[in-house]
């Protein structure tokens, strides 16, 4: 899983589509290791340069001054790598991926009497909610 922190962006003098080397915080933004995020730390992030993007995982490195794109889940070249130009801004970010809910083992939930409910339980007018 994927760890977060508040108001991270720096830029990156990078070119190519390998690990981004980040050097400042973007104007108003912290550095990764101003935000206390430690080397190894999986991420997710946002690159923008001009109108080429990307959203994927990366892991940070070198003291929070490299950035490895290891998982590219979404970009403006087909769902891969941009190739960086030298002026791209990384943000550390939840993206909609780290929003998904998972489903108990099993697709199972019980009711606080203990009696399980299962999916031929459910009709299709009836809604079934529940709170991990």
Not at 107 to 129: E, I, K, N, Q, S
Request: proline share 5%.
């Amino acid at each position: 899983m994927p760890k977060f922190a508040n108001r991270v962006r720096m830029v990156s003098t990078t070119t190519g589509t390998g690990t981004a080397t980040l050097s400042s915080a973007v104007a108003g933004y912290r550095t990764i290791a101003a935000s206390g995020l430690a080397d190894g730390t999986l991420v997710s992030y946002a690159a923008e340069e001009g109108t080429s993007w990307e959203c994927g995982r990366g892991t940070i490195g070198a003291s929070g001054t490299t950035l490895t794109r290891t998982s590219i889940l979404a970009s403006s070249n087909s769902g891969t790598a941009i190739n960086l130009a030298g002026g791209a801004e990384f943000a550390i970010m939840p993206l909609a991926e780290d929003f998904v809910l998972a489903c108990p083992p099993g697709g199972r939930l019980t009711l606080t009497t203990g009696t399980p409910v299962t999916t031929a339980d459910v009709t299709g007018a009836t809604t079934r909610r529940y709170a991990p």
